[in-house]
């Protein structure tokens, strides 16, 4: 199990009061739950986007080479 560090955050009223309302809902059981899911889902999908530059980067200048999708057709259809 990773060790768990304590942070302290400052937030807006309105923010925490949202978040108790959907605890009372029950899609969390705690607030610590809710502000840990919203932290991963931002550090996914900014992960995400750093993944997805660095995929056009590997393939700036492939634009002309042809599809991997369609050479494994192609072979594909020729065993036929």
């Known amino acids: 199990m990773q060790s768990k560090v304590q942070v302290n955050v400052r937030l807006?009223?309105?923010?925490?009061?949202?978040i108790d309302i959907l605890v009372r809902m029950?899609?969390?059981?705690?607030?610590?739950?809710?502000?840990?899911?919203?932290?991963?889902?931002?550090?996914?999908?900014?992960?995400?986007?750093?993944?997805?530059?660095?995929?056009?980067?590997?393939?700036?200048?492939?634009?002309?080479y042809p599809s991997l999708t369609k050479i494994v057709e192609k072979i594909h259809e020729e065993e036929e």
């Open 12 to 18: 807006e009223k309105s923010i925490l009061e949202k």
């Open 26 to 64: 029950g899609f969390f059981k705690t607030r610590t739950e809710a502000i840990k899911k919203a932290l991963l889902m931002l550090i996914n999908r900014y992960y995400g986007e750093i993944l997805k530059q660095r995929l056009e980067k590997i393939r700036e200048g492939t634009e002309n």
